[in-house]
């Protein structure tokens, strides 16, 4: 079955720094690729998403990107700010399901500090 | 709009008791799922319910668990006999019809098993 490894698992970064998360997967087919943002107390948010046909897609501080010879997809914080310090989920969806469930990567802690 | 509800916040219960988790998804959506947040084990998928197709019950640990969805909306997950290891965050999530692979989850249910 599908397997998304994640990496760093903890980030730290000064407040205005760049950071980048790097995933990777192992089904060629899967085709769909979130990004989650976990508060403390809180369940996961969808930040951010790229699909299959794209090879960049960018919101505002916050960027993926995906490389589908290399099956892995990264995503970018530009300018990080200290509310940007959560817990950050890759995912990606097989294709051999029969739903739409997501495989989760293990998490990265991001700290952002003033 | 209100987003996905779940209910209650924190269980505390004693092992070989039966509990029930309650999710309210988002009004709407037709999909909806259920994912456990361990330490150990990252998050996991358990059950998925599309509209009135059968259950993809692919995830569930063992047949302590069971998930029902009555009139296509609300969902309730039933563990008989909790163990130990069945301590976690149950955490929900729905899908609209648009946009079948957007998840969008709730806050979770953190179930401590003593």
């Known amino acids: 079955g599908e397997n998304v490894e994640q990496h760093p698992s903890t980030l730290s970064v000064q407040e205005g720094d760049s950071a980048v998360i790097k995933c990777t997967y192992s089904?060629?087919?899967?085709?769909?690729f979130p990004w989650y943002k976990q508060e403390l107390g809180k369940g996961p948010q969808l930040i951010i998403d790229i699909r299959s046909n794209v090879g960049e897609k960018k919101d505002q501080r916050i960027a993926v990107t995906l490389n589908k010879t290399a099956k892995h997809f990264s995503l970018h914080i530009t300018e990080t700010q200290p509310e940007d310090s959560a817990v950050y989920f890759c995912a990606a969806i097989p294709t051999n399901q029969a739903g739409t469930a997501l495989i989760f990567g293990k998490g990265t802690t991001l700290s952002v500090s003033s | 709009g209100a987003g996905v509800s779940q209910s209650p916040s924190n269980k505390v219960t004693e092992k070989g008791k039966d509990v029930e988790l309650r999710c309210d998804p988002i009004?709407?959506?037709?999909?909806l799922y259920w994912y456990r947040q361990s330490l150990g084990q990252g998050l996991e998928f358990l059950i998925y319910?599309?509209?009135?197709?059968?259950?993809?019950k692919s995830g569930l640990p063992s047949d302590r668990f069971s998930a029902e969805r009555t009139g296509g909306s609300v969902s309730t997950l039933t563990i008989q006999r909790t163990q130990q290891e069945d301590s976690a965050v149950y955490l929900c999530a729905s899908s609209p019809d648009r946009s079948p692979y957007e998840q969008y989850f709730g806050p979770g249910t953190r179930l401590t098993v003593t």
């Open positions: 089904d060629s087919a899967s085709n769909y």
């Open positions: 009004s709407g959506h037709t999909a």
């Open positions: 319910f599309q509209g009135n197709s059968a259950p993809d």
